[in-house]
């Protein structure tokens, strides 16, 4: 597929006060110039990167301070989308989950879910009505997870979450085939950030990506609307490995890089 023409035009990017949602705004800014609208709860990251944006490359960004999980949130970023006639939407905003499953309490179990299925759902519902509306093509990635190509003990949660966005995004991008939306799921192994750094991973960063070069390839899919993509050969690699070996096996293996409870 050609890929969309974003220069000079709005991109919505979540998730956008740290990790991987921060460092595609910025990528945007500076290997397409399109412009991002930028999604977050925490002004103080949006307000620095929106400076940071117009300081290295003068390009304008705007930002929406809102939480996701409620529906005011949902609301205001799509009557932003409407305004300023965005043309693509990379969706990075997402919370985890990490440790045995029965140390968590149910109701951290219900935000996860709220956050990365049931408000992501809502969310995306909202754009894409939006968007087929628009006189012109969009593109749209959410970011899954490796971990939802597989379970993830230890991670169970999100992993089983994540199955649900690449699930969902498999289904859509052939459902909006032909009328100018593509839609397409991105998803990494371990990436280096705050996430990943709050997940007790028993290597440290050991075999994390670095964050803006896995932002370089989220951008490409979401410019070359990509349907599926993984970042990286390692991770293209661990891919195929988890679609051919016994899933009993994958499972345990994907369990490897966690602490287990003493
Ligand atoms: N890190 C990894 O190892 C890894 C691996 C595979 C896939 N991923 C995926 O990559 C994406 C980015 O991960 P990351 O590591 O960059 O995560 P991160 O550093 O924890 O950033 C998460 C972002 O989501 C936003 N967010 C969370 N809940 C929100 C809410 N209710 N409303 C609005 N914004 C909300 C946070 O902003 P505020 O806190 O300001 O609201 C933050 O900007 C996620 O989809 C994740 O699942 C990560």
């Not at 950030?193 to 440290?204: E, F, Q």
């Amino acid at each position: 597929m050609k890929p969309l023409p974003i220069k000079n035009s709005w991109v919505l990017v979540t998730g956008a006060s740290a990790g991987l949602g921060r460092a595609s705004a910025l990528r945007l800014a500076e290997w397409y110039q399109a412009k991002p609208l930028i999604v977050g709860r925490r002004l103080d990251n949006l307000s620095e990167l929106q400076a940071e944006i117009d300081e290295r490359f003068h390009i304008p960004c705007e930002i929406i301070v809102t939480d996701q999980r409620e529906i005011e949130g949902r609301e205001k970023i799509a009557a932003k989308v409407a305004e300023l006639k965005v043309t693509a939407a990379l969706l990075v905003a997402d919370l985890t989950s990490f440790g045995p499953f029965d140390a968590s309490r149910a109701d951290a179990y219900a935000e996860v879910i709220e956050t990365n299925i049931l408000s992501f759902t809502d969310l995306l519902t909202g754009l894409i009505a939006i968007f087929r509306q628009q006189p012109f093509e969009s593109s749209i990635i959410a970011v899954s997870s490796l971990a939802g190509e597989t379970s993830v003990p230890f991670q169970a949660v999100y992993g089983a979450s994540k199955a649900y966005v690449s699930n969902l995004m498999r289904a859509l991008s052939v459902e909006l085939a032909g009328t100018g939306v593509s839609v397409g799921s991105f998803a990494p192994g371990g990436i280096d950030t705050d996430m990943a750094a709050v997940s007790d991973l028993k290597w440290g960063r050991l075999g994390l990506m670095d964050v803006d070069r896995c932002a370089a390839y989220a951008c490409h899919a979401l410019v070359h609307r990509q349907s599926f993509a993984i970042p990286g050969i390692g991770n293209r690699l661990t891919y195929l490995a988890s679609r051919t070996l016994p899933r009993s096996l994958t499972s345990r293996l994907a369990a490897l890089p966690y602490r287990r409870p003493r």
